[in-house]
């Protein structure tokens, strides 16, 4: 059974892997400069989109297109949309699109006063850029430190990292991923949200809510929900497969056991490997000593897409005052490289 590192908790908001291609649609060794005026300001998650009119030597305009960070990712460090405006000159730093278009992943944009922002928080991070979250008001973090009970509350964590090339996949699943073109065939272009177990590899926060015989997990990305059944009777038999599949819990001292099936997601990653229906999840839910840190460790067990049982572990950490935000997932009618 081999393990992977899946999540990493760092210092930078937003995350590691390409939901959106972004390896694919952008040269990330490839960073340049784009100087205009700003045209148009998509404010939505999953991502920014900032459109600048750059005037070339010849006197002729193009337009280019930045995706950026989320929304979400961009209110935690303080910054909103009144960070610009239609008409503002602006200078958007980033990786430059690979098929030669007039479109970019801006890691930062300098205004016209010469302050630099992070639009990107995580990749800006990455190349040396100072990216602090604003502070969380005392009062929320008094009522967190309050409320909080074992496993019962907000738990955060900044980055992910994800080694897919790591796992025993099946030559079946690598043939099939090869195939897949993020560019048209990502449910997320359509802002369809990932099912289980990709849900639980994003960077944003989850809550535990009690609520008697069932845990109710919510997942800041997407707006997700799953439910976790703790009565002794629940069973996935005569259940409906869904995207989230059904979930049963138990609980070992101070570990949430959790053991998922009926999964129809058809991905088991953003990078277009498959899975199928006979997938089965069980995740560890784990909280450390200090209970300031959930320790995660999920096995997934499906034939055709692993040659044996796949094992992933990561973390969250507690962040006191920190909040699930509403991420209303839009996309503009352009959107892609």
Request: include cysteine; charged fraction near 25%; glycine fraction near 8%.
């Amino acid at each position: 059974m081999r393990t992977l590192l899946l999540f990493l908790a760092l210092a930078a908001a937003g995350p590691l892997l390409a939901h959106h291609a972004v390896g694919v649609a952008y040269d990330t060794e490839n960073l340049g400069t784009v100087e205009g005026t700003v045209v148009d300001v998509f404010w939505r998650n999953p991502h920014v989109v900032v459109s600048v009119e750059r005037t070339l030597e010849s006197g002729e305009t193009e337009i280019w297109e930045a995706e950026s960070g989320s929304t979400n990712a961009l209110e935690r460090l303080g910054i909103g949309r009144d960070i610009v405006q239609i008409g503002d000159r602006v200078a958007l730093m980033g990786a430059l699109s690979r098929r030669g278009l007039t479109t970019m992943a801006a890691y930062t944009m300098t205004l016209a006063d010469g302050t630099e922002v992070p639009l990107w928080p995580q990749r800006a991070a990455g190349i040396g850029r100072d990216v602090t979250p604003a502070p969380l008001s005392e009062s929320a973090v008094e009522q967190s430190a309050q409320e909080a009970e074992g496993i019962f509350r907000i738990w955060s964590r900044t980055s992910v990292i994800g080694l897919q090339s790591n796992l025993p996949f099946t030559e079946a699943a690598i043939a099939a991923r090869d195939e897949y073109d993020p560019l048209a065939d990502d449910p997320a272009l359509l802002c369809i949200p990932p099912g289980m177990p990709g849900m639980m590899n994003n960077p944003y926060p989850i809550e535990f809510v009690d609520q008697g015989d069932r845990i109710l997990l919510r997942l800041e990305e997407w707006d997700g929900e799953r439910v976790i059944h703790l009565a002794t009777d629940a069973s996935a038999a005569d259940q409906a497969p869904s995207h989230v599949g059904f979930s049963t819990g138990r609980w070992e001292d101070n570990t949430l056991v959790v053991t998922t099936t009926r999964i129809n997601e058809a991905f088991f990653d953003d990078v277009g490997t498959p899975q199928s229906e006979d997938v089965e999840v069980v995740e560890r839910f784990q909280l450390n000593e200090t209970r300031d840190r959930l320790d995660y460790h999920v096995t997934v067990t499906d034939p055709p897409t692993f040659v044996e049982p796949a094992t992933l572990v990561g973390a969250w950490r507690w962040n006191p005052g920190e909040e699930i935000k509403p991420f209303q997932c839009a996309l503009p009618e352009n959107s892609g490289d």
